[in-house]
Every structure is written in structure tokens, then in C-alpha cells.
């Protein structure tokens, strides 16, 4: 018996920074070979951008010429068949789309606009896959429940960790199993820091290192400060924990009054240095923090080469260990791919 064709999986991106330019690349090739095994042929059919304008095409976007236009610091508008499109809302109530793939930048106090973005997609029956934390971390229940009305799915495996499965491997690999906290290394900036003075450098010239490599961003702050850390731990302890906590609520101290003598002395006491998220259940609530913590030098949190680590602590597996190398938009452009195989292939199932 032949195979039946594969069903058009329609996206429309909210956003097309670094990520999305990636996950454009790799779509007419290994990504799209993997969601036509899946039963899906995936069809960009909405693009919006800040800078770049916006284009809708129900027939679907060609891709390489969007990629050479923004590139080449030109407008999508060239592309888009119908009215204009003033804004990613717009967009998102206009496109002739199955999935919105959401990868606007991150706002950690408020998680918008990918939460109204977000909303008025599920609202309208469209799957959302995001790599932004923000929703996650301040409005994840909402989200789910609002895809469950409306029978689609809310992913966001890109949101931590890049592409590392940590959702999907508790979520597909951990049946049964209760996450009673965990605790990581969840953001690159101050990892790649502290080793770096541990290496003799200073701060400013560690942190120079960092955006030299383009780990670091211009404005570090939300790094150092440890808010992105903060946002990602709430964003684990509300999709892992089933917690409802928000990074205004999150215990929170940076890295910025550190300094090598600080690195020095915990070397002394046979232990490093790292900014650690953590979370614990504490009766009905969870509690979460982030700060700098002297770490055993033996500990799996100071794994070398290891711009991430995660470990959960179970009730039926005991601890489990999650390592990433160095992340990148790869890794979080596979994560996308990850999340719309799961939607295809929840639409095989039906």
C-alpha cells in the first residue's frame, strides 16, 4: 500500500532574528525531510519582523529570497500578497497558518508581547511552538489550558536549555515520575565569567571574553543580574513542577559584585564558583531562587566545556543529569523542529 501524501503543516513566524533565519535554512532540507516522514510538508506561509516588514502568502514564502532580503537589510514587503500588516498581532489574526512559531525577543518582566501573540493564536485554533521563555515563565497554565479548549498544543522545548530535550524527556520518558526540584546552570553569560576569572582574568575582561564570543550579550544585565536565569528556572518549575511562579517571586542575586579574590578563595575551600537556580517543593508551594553558590569542584554542575546543566531530582528515578555543550541558534532552531514533529505527529494519530 502507498503512502498517503503528506498534509501541509502551515507556519507562520513571529519573529525572524538569528533563530528564525536558522530554522529557515534548514527547513527545505533535513527539517523538512523530517516532518514529510511524520505525514507533514511544511509551508511558510507569514513572516513578521520589526525591521524587516511583514509578508503574507497563503501559497507559501520563498524562503530564499526572504532570507536574501533581510540579509541584504531590504523588506519583506516585497513578498506579501494583500493588505498591509501593521503588527505581529495582525499577523497572527491574519495568517493562513496550522502553527504559529513564536520567537519574538524576550521582555523578563512582563513575558510580552509573546503572551498576547500566543493567546490569539490558540484562541483562533492554531498550534504555538515558542522558544521564548517569557510565556512559559509568566503565563504557561493559562497557555495550556487555552490550547486544550481549543484541541492544539503550547511547546516550548527551545525555551531552556536551547535544543537540549528537558521538557520532552520528562514529559515522553518519565511516566509516573513526580520532579521534586532540581538544580542547574541555566545561563552561559555567568558561567563563561566566573571560569574565566578562574583562569586569572578579571571581570570586565572575562565578561569582554564572553561577548567577544558571542556568548555574552551588549547589554549583559539581564545575564549578570540573574534575571534570565531566573526567567528560565520559573519557566522549568511551572512545566516540570506544575508551579505557578513568577520571577518578581523568584529569590534572586547576580554575579556583578564578584571578583577574582572571590574566585580565589573559593578555590582554596576546593570548590567553584557558579550562579545556580534552583528549585524545591515546599509543601502545596514551590520555591525557586538563583544566586552565586561555592560548588564542590567534583560537583556535575562544574562539568568542563558545559555551557548548561540540569539536574532533576525525581521520586522513582532519583536524580537525573541533563549536560549541553555550547548552545547555540542551532540547537534552538532543532528544538522548533522537535516541537512541530510532535504536533505532526499528534495529527497522524487522529
Not at 493562513?96 to 490558540?122: K, M
Not at 511516566?175 to 532540581?182: D, N, Q, S, T, V
Not at 531562587?289 to 531530582?313: I, M, Q
Request: proline share 5%.
Amino acid at each position: 500500500m502507498s503512502r498517503a501524501a503528506p498534509r501541509p503543516l502551515r507556519l507562520a513566524l513571529a519573529g525572524f532574528g538569528n533563530v528564525g533565519r536558522t530554522f529557515a535554512e534548514l527547513l527545505p532540507g533535513p527539517y523538512g525531510r523530517a516532518l514529510r516522514a511524520e505525514g507533514a510538508a511544511p509551508v511558510v506561509t507569514a513572516i513578521f519582523t520589526n525591521r524587516h516588514g511583514a509578508a503574507i502568502d497563503p501559497r507559501g514564502l520563498p524562503l530564499g529570497r526572504a532570507l536574501r532580503l533581510v540579509r541584504a537589510g531590504r523588506s519583506l514587503d516585497a513578498l506579501h500578497r494583500g493588505a498591509p500588516v501593521g503588527s505581529a498581532l495582525e499577523l497572527v489574526r491574519r495568517a493562513p497558518a496550522d502553527v504559529l512559531v513564536e520567537l519574538t525577543p524576550l521582555a523578563p518582566a512582563t513575558g510580552e508581547p509573546a503572551i498576547s501573540l500566543a493567546r490569539a493564536a490558540l484562541g483562533r485554533g492554531l498550534h504555538v511552538v515558542t522558544a521564548n521563555k517569557g510565556p512559559v515563565a509568566h503565563a504557561r497554565a493559562r497557555l495550556v489550558r487555552l490550547a486544550a479548549r481549543n484541541g492544539v498544543r503550547f511547546l516550548h522545548e527551545g525555551a531552556v536549555l536551547d535544543g537540549t530535550p528537558v521538557f520532552n524527556l520528562v514529559e515522553r520518558c518519565l511516566p509516573g515520575a513526580r520532579i521534586l526540584g532540581f538544580r542547574g546552570l541555566l545561563n552561559s553569560t555567568t558561567t563563561r565569567v566566573l571560569s574565566g576569572m578562574e583562569a586569572g582574568a578579571t571581570f570586565e575582561a572575562a565578561l569582554a571574553e564572553a561577548q567577544r564570543a558571542g556568548v555574552a550579550e551588549a547589554d549583559p544585565r539581564h545575564d549578570l543580574e540573574g534575571w534570565d536565569a531566573a526567567v528560565k528556572a520559573c519557566a522549568l518549575a511551572n512545566a516540570l513542577m506544575g508551579a505557578d511562579v513568577r520571577p518578581a517571586a523568584v529569590e534572586r542575586r547576580g554575579i556583578g559584585g564578584l571578583g577574582p579574590e572571590d574566585v580565589r578563595a573559593a578555590r582554596g575551600r576546593g570548590a567553584v564558583l557558579r550562579l545556580i537556580a534552583r528549585a524545591r517543593r515546599d509543601g502545596r508551594a514551590v520555591r525557586v531562587s538563583v544566586g552565586p553558590e561555592e560548588v564542590a569542584d567534583g560537583d556535575v554542575l562544574v562539568s568542563r566545556g558545559a555551557d548548561g546543566v540540569l539536574v532533576l531530582e525525581t521520586d522513582l528515578m532519583r536524580e537525573i543529569g541533563i549536560w549541553e555543550g555550547a548552545g547555540g541558534v542551532d540547537q534552538t532552531a532543532y528544538a522548533i523542529l522537535s516541537d512541530l514533529v510532535a504536533i505532526a505527529r499528534g495529527r497522524r494519530r487522529r
